[in-house]
C-alpha cells in the first residue's frame, strides 16, 4: 500500500491526548473507523489502514458501538470456506 503524506494542526495531539508521535497512529485508526462505517471500506481494508489484525479491528468497533457490515452474502462464504476446511 502506497502512502499519502498529510499535514495536520500540531495541536492535534493535545486534541487527542496522545504524544505527538502517536499522532499518526491514532489518525490511522479514526480514518479506518469512519470509512469502515461510511460502508467505503471492508473490515479487512479498515484493519489494514489501521495496522491492526481484523479482530482488533473488529473489537475497537465493537467497543465503538459500530456494528459489523456482514451481508447475508458474507456469511455464505464463510459457510463455504468452513466446508471446504472441515
Known sequence: ?????????SD?????????????????????IELY???LVSLGKAAEIAGLSKW???EVLASKGIPLN?????????????ERLL
Open 12 to 32: 492535534l495531539a493535545r486534541i487527542l491526548k496522545v504524544d505527538r508521535d502517536e499522532v499518526p497512529k491514532v489518525v490511522r485508526l479514526y480514518l479506518a
Open 1 to 9: 500500500m502506497g502512502e499519502v503524506t498529510v499535514t495536520v494542526p
Open 70 to 82: 456482514y451481508t447475508r452474502r458474507d456469511l455464505e462464504e464463510d459457510i463455504e470456506t468452513l
Open 37 to 39: 462505517r461510511e460502508g
Open 56 to 58: 482488533e479491528m473488529m
